[in-house]
């Protein structure tokens, strides 16, 4: 596809960022498309239009993507957190608060720089920043706050809260992809009453009921995924204690809901043991699941719930599917060794596989051609490196740092991209027309050159064994080895050799 944009990279270094441009690289090497800028943190938006760097004394610049210039910079005292909207409309930052009612976390709009809404919030975790969530295409806002999911419109927030949705004890929620037309929360259980999961219809009323939901007991937290097109609902629930005393780290279950009323229960997992990783493919048709205490199994789910493939078990707990959904790479990260399988989930076959030892993080480049692995600190201190490979696991390029804090893929649409069954194809038939030229070419050297008989490996034989080997050498004359002789047994046989073709002559001589 010639409109395809290229390629780039965010690497963050200890103190500076620059942008690579990918791959395929000239001379096997990448070229800088913008210069090491001082930063402390770097985002690009959802939709990679916009890239945030973090700086010094509170200030934080908003950069175009396609030209690398800088659009707006914003001066924040004590900003300790900023975000970019999806589509790089907004940045949302928190800052220490200084009294209990000072409005801590503001939302500016970008192209002129101006306030459009703030609030106030204590602190913040990874299940409440941001603060204000919004959908892929920004046409949903939503934020938690005490017992109650609260909406605005994305594009005045000056009208406020536009609706709210009362859940008694909500403490996670996620709002769905594109469409976004529901919302999901969390309750944990509480004095003896079940946890659950419910979905609700986005800008009903206060007093809605979910059109979905699901109860369970020992639960104290709660992982959301909605599929792309807003049909089904993962739930990924976990207990800090697990009563079979079977793992360390609590028991885990998943849970998938329908927004119709289908399917409301647990995934049919054939192995006990903690879910690892689940993830949709983009096209939202299908899930794998890599589950079960190691050697974990993998498993594809379609939108039913249904087992359409099994990959089978490995040391792996992580699920990467390619931007357009049909290979899917099966790895072991973190506290395993790395390895990487790379699986075409069309034609259900492997396509290769690898190491990646000591990966942070992992994703596929927006072309669906190139997966990148990254060791990073602060989590590794040392080997810290990013390695790029092919779609079918060869690898293709590396590169040590001293200290690196950040690699990724500048975002693009997987839809401004070809198709990579068309790569596939075209790689297969390659390969097919190399194998036949090669075989007809050296037909001749192939019938020549045989293949040598595998030697039978020689049976253990221990110390003392080869220590009388050795004595019985000496005294007859033999080596120790078998089917070798000794230079002494050699001349020996050479002397009887003669005195018998000696004797057979003049045997001869005399009968005539």
């Known amino acids: 596809m010639s409109s395809s ?10 103190e500076a960022f620059s942008v690579w441009n990918g791959p395929p690289f000239s001379n096997g090497q990448p070229t800088l498309k913008l210069e090491r800028v001082s930063c402390s943190n770097t985002k690009f938006s959802v939709d990679g239009s916009k890239l945030m760097a973090m700086k010094s004394d509170g200030i934080i610049s908003i950069y175009d993507s396609t030209t690398l210039r800088e659009v707006r910079s914003f001066n924040i005292a004590n900003v300790t957190a900023a975000e ?4 790089g409309t907004y940045l949302q930052t928190f800052q220490k608060p200084t009294t209990p009612q000072e409005k801590n976390v503001s939302l500016w709009k970008i192209e002129t720089g101006d ?25 949903s806002a939503c934020r938690l706050a005490t017992n109650e999911v609260q909406f605005f419109d994305p594009k005045d927030f000056s009208k406020g809260i536009t609706s709210r949705i009362r859940v008694p004890g909500v403490a996670a929620f996620e709002l ?3 469409p976004a037309s529901h919302v999901a929360v969390f309750v944990p259980e509480s004095k003896g009453s079940p946890g659950s999961a419910q979905i609700f219809g986005c800008g009903e009323d206060s007093q809605s009921q979910p059109i979905a939901r699901r109860s369970f007991f020992r639960c104290s937290s709660a992982q959301f995924s909605w599929n792309h097109g807003t049909t089904g609902l993962l739930v990924v629930v976990q207990s800090d204690v697990d009563k079979t005393n079977q793992s360390y780290y609590g028991e885990t279950k998943l849970h998938y809901l329908t927004i119709d009323g289908t399917h409301e229960g647990l995934v049919p997992l054939r192995k006990e043991g903690p879910v690892h990783d689940v993830q949709w493919s983009f096209s939202g048709s299908e899930f794998a699941v890599v589950y079960g205490f190691m050697p974990a199994c993998v498993t594809i789910f379609d939108k039913k719930c249904k087992p359409l493939m099994e990959i089978g078990e490995g040391p792996y707990n992580t ?6 959904g049909r290979v899917l790479c099966v790895a072991g990260f973190g506290n395993l060794p790395g390895d990487m399988a790379f699986w075409d ?5 492997q396509l290769g596989s690898n190491k990646a030892e000591w990966s942070v993080t992992s994703e596929w480049s927006p072309d669906g051609r190139y997966f990148l692995t990254a060791s990073t600190a602060p989590r590794r201190q040392m080997d810290n490196g990013m390695k790029i490979f092919n779609y079918d696991g060869k690898r293709y390029f590396k590169k040590m740092f001293e200290k690196l804090y950040q690699a990724e893929w500048k975002p693009e649409s997987a839809d401004r991209f070809s198709e990579i069954s068309e790569l596939i194809k075209s790689v297969e038939s390659l390969k097919l027309e190399e194998g036949k030229s090669q075989g007809q070419g050296s037909a001749q050297k192939k019938a020549i050159a045989s293949n040598p008989i595998a030697q039978k490996p020689a049976a253990y034989r221990p110390p003392h064994a080869k220590q009388a080997a050795a004595v019985q050498a000496k005294l007859l004359g033999v080596s120790s080895e078998e089917g070798e002789m000794s230079k002494n047994a050699l001349k020996n046989k050479k002397k009887r050799e003669k005195k018998k073709a000696a004797a057979a002559a003049a045997s001869g001589a005399n009968n005539a």
């Open 5 to 14: 944009p290229s390629l780039e990279i965010l690497v963050r270094e200890a």
């Open 84 to 87: 970019l909207s999806p589509c």
């Open 115 to 139: 306030l459009a809404h703030n609030h106030y919030q204590k602190s913040i975790t990874k299940t409440t920043w941001p603060s204000i969530r919004f959908c892929p295409d920004e046409s």
């Open 176 to 178: 769905s992809k594109t």
């Open 319 to 324: 699920l990467r599917w390619n931007p357009k």
């Open 345 to 349: 989930v069309v034609n259900k076959k």
